[in-house]
């Protein structure tokens, strides 16, 4: 698949969330097989490009390219602005977000909120597209569905992102009004994409490699983005890669693997944002780890009450290799959580 002039090594994409996909974590994504990340979306607002969050989403020392960022806000001037800014700080694909669904988001007009706004949303593509033009930087565009299940307007969107020069359409199978919950729908996703002749990447409930192959089969879509389901387990990249290029299941990894990557994790994690906030920040990373094996949930108890990333680190790093000690081999059940497997797809 390819974005613009960037041609990406598999189809397999590391989707967009605030306070997690920062660098440390999409660098470990695409060691671990993926390939393709898009940053926490960046504020359009000028007033915020210096604060201490924004610094660090704009630090992208280091980073495989092409490097992604997301800007989101209803003011096409100023996307545009921000647009360019991003591009200064070695932004090389940039991301419009129309679909995220908190509150404080839509309550500014941004995020999926836009959706109710089709003549704004025309105004925002065409001025980023135009901004980002001179510095031949690809514009993609990430959206839902539509505002409810009402009101689902995902195709008329995706043709004004099209007309506009939206170099690839990402859309989650579901509405602003489901948030996450229920199950994703994947039959406006086949919609768009037969109508479009830009990219397609499908987003929404994507665990596992079956489910992978089975949306891309059931929607024809390019690629798939992977959002919760890679929360404390980044080797699923690896897992559905491996498994759309050959068909065979990559086993789960040891204790003494996860351990490592995750304190690989951790030492990126700390450097990147110091000590008491990379203590902080990275206690929900951990409890992700952790959260399906034995024993889980009281050692995520006890890394809550830890305040120093020395002892944060050792912490980990003890009780994975006691894990491993007591039972080398990860129990079935636990495999099976590392591992999961989809249903099929019913065609509507």
Known sequence: ?????????NNVFVAPMAGVTDRPFRQLCKKLGAGYAVSEMAASNPLLWKTVKSSRRLNHDGEIDPVAVQIAGADPEMMAQAAVFNISKGARVIDINMGCPVKKVCNVAS??????????????????????????VPVTLKTRTGWDREHRNALRIAKLAQDSGIAALTLHGRTRADLYLGEAEYDTIREVKASLSIPVVANGDIDSPLKAREVLAYTGADAVMIGRAAQGRPWIFREIDHFLRTGEMLAPPTWIEMRDLLLEHLADHYQFYGELPGVRTARKHIGWYVSSLPDGKQFTDQINKIETTSAQFEA???????????SPDIP??????????????QAA
């Open 1 to 9: 698949m390819k974005i613009g002039a960037w041609s990406l090594p």
């Open 111 to 136: 995020g999926s909120a836009l959706l109710r706004h089709e003549d704004l949303v025309a105004r925002i593509l065409d001025a980023v597209v135009q901004a980002c033009l001179p510095h031949q």
């Open 316 to 326: 980990v790093n003890q009780w994975f290799t006691h894990q491993h000690q007591i």
């Open 332 to 345: 079935a059940a636990t495999c099976d959580n590392l591992t999961l497997r989809a249903g099929h797809l």
